[in-house]
């Protein structure tokens, strides 16, 4: 592959046409209209509108894509994580328009896709799974009976989807039946499909994930676990690999254990096998995600591998360049997710203009990003400004170096997760490693980052912020020609359309 059609936008679309450029290949961009001024649109070679803002008016039309990338001349499409990452439908449609698809077969994400199916898989290779049911269900009364039999308190899931949607967990038979109700209605209108599972409710559950990738030639391989515990409504906000609490052996059968759940479906390319860990470091199988993870870069830092080149030459055909024994971890890194939320009320989205914003430099930082100052966040896709990832020999070197990270992001004109990130960072119960995925619940209250600013500060402030955006919007002039015009021959021939 020469050329690649990146099918997606913001911080992971750059991600992985930096490692393109990196590799020779030449980039093609598509954009709705909402990102025409994006950093992902300019730093493409060519990039293409194909919509509306709304995603299902843009970067969910597959066939728009599609019809893209064969009048660019792109040989491949790189789906990112989002939007149709996790398509079997699309993938197949790629493949069936004589293009490569950077991820694995449709059939694999489809079993993976159904929480049931990949339950299914997954039994047939003796991993360990949460007592509950292997089928979805439908009819209240017998799913009653099934919770019965399992024991409160149990876990109502969504069959069809993720992310929180048509989760419930029940505590006594007589919640249940308003719970299955609410959890259904929840999952038809996320999803087209109230069916559901019911398992038995972990109750100081930690998340850990395991890296996995597999080529085409039968080979594949564990690159450790990722911590994904601190989560706000059941999403992700902290990531950090390794685990500070895995010993060798529970890390070594949890590798294994997601190998096999790859090899139960021939995975090809990057995937991500996730358990449940309970009080006593017995592991279950959760799912398994069919694409690149968000929070894939702690995995990067650790093992020295970039995972966007590894699913590039996979889709090549070549086999893995290393083996099981090869890989090692070294050192430790956390990644933050700089959302644009308000964890003083709910941690709901934030919109507006970033007035000012200024990335943490120095050693053992990276961030991965999609903004720069004066741009706006949109409201019409998911309020993620950036990923702030740090790496040091330790964990408690990894965690003061995040403080200081945090302490130099510079972002002014809308609310971020920021403070609590580093709230997070400063807690014993983290730094101790003595945390599960109720930590927001446990210990966090609004008022623990309502600092009351007196007047000079806020004028002070105000001020700067006036300042720093009238110098941004100035080198917009005729007497300040644009970055662009002294950029690198990649950029010289980057077309638009």
């Not at 109700?181 to 069916?195: H, K, T, W």
């Not at 403070?419 to 109720?438: L, W, Y």
């Amino acid at each position: 592959m020469k050329k690649i059609l990146v099918a997606n936008r913001g911080e992971i679309a750059l991600r992985i046409m930096r490692t393109c450029r990196e590799m020779g290949i030449q980039t093609v961009a598509v954009y709705s209209e909402a990102d025409r001024q994006a950093l992902h649109v300019k730093y493409a070679d060519e990039a293409y509108c194909i919509g509306a803002p709304p995603s299902n008016q843009s970067y969910l039309l597959g066939e728009k894509i599609i019809e893209v990338a064969q009048k660019s001349g792109s040989e491949g499409i790189h789906p990112g994580y989002g939007f149709l990452s996790e398509n079997p439908k699309f993938a197949k449609m790629v493949k069936d328009a004589g293009l490569i698809f950077i991820g694995p077969e449709p059939e694999s994400m489809e079993i993976m896709g159904s929480k049931i199916a990949a339950k299914e898989a997954a039994y047939k290779y003796n991993v360990p799974l949460v007592p509950g049911l292997k089928e979805a269900i439908t009819d209240i009364e017998q799913a009653k009976q099934k919770a019965i039999e399992i024991g409160f308190p149990v876990l109502i899931k969504a069959s069809a989807g993720g992310g929180g949607k048509g989760m419930r967990i029940v505590h006594k038979i007589e919640e249940f039946e308003e719970s299955m109700q609410r959890a259904q209605s929840e999952a038809l209108n996320a999803f087209g499909d109230d069916a559901v599972f019911i398992e038995k409710y972990v109750a100081s559950p930690r998340h850990i994930e395991i890296q996995v990738l597999g080529d085409k030639h039968g080979n594949i391989v564990y690159l450790f676990e990722r911590e994904c515990s601190v989560q706000r409504r059941h999403q992700k906000v902290i990531e950090e690999a390794p685990s500070s609490i895995l010993t060798p052996e529970i890390r070594k059968a949890m590798g294994e254990c997601a190998v096999n759940v790859a090899k139960s479906v021939n995975y090809v390319g990057a995937g991500t096998v996730e358990f449940l860990l309970d009080e006593n470091l017995n592991f279950y199988f959760l799912e398994m995600n069919t694409r690149l993870q968000v929070e894939h870069p702690v995995t990067e830092m650790i093992t020295g591998i970039d995972l966007v080149k590894e699913q590039i030459n996979i889709a090549r055909g070549n086999p893995l360049s290393f083996t099981q024994n090869d890989l090692k971890i070294n050192g430790h890194s956390i990644e933050i997710r700089v959302y644009a939320e308000d964890p003083c009320n709910n941690f709901l989205p934030d919109i507006g203009t970033l007035q000012v914003y200024k990335r943490p430099q120095g050693s053992g930082i990276r961030v991965d990003d999609g903004f720069e100052q004066g741009m706006q966040i949109p409201i019409y896709y998911d309020p993620m400004i950036a990923k702030l990832i740090t790496y040091a020999p330790t964990r408690e070197e990894a965690i003061e170096k995040m403080i200081r990270a945090i302490d130099e992001y510079q972002i002014i004109g809308v609310q971020t997760t920021l403070g609590f990130c580093k709230f997070v960072m400063q807690h014993e119960a983290f730094r101790t490693g003595k945390f599960d995925t109720h930590f927001v619940q446990h210990y966090f209250k609004p008022e623990f980052l309502q600092q009351s600013l007196n007047e000079d500060e806020k004028e002070v402030l105000a001020l700067l912020s006036d300042i720093l955006t009238k110098n941004h919007n100035s080198t917009k002039t005729p007497e300040n020609p644009p970055v662009q015009n002294t950029v690198s021959k990649w950029q010289k021939n980057r077309k638009v359309y």
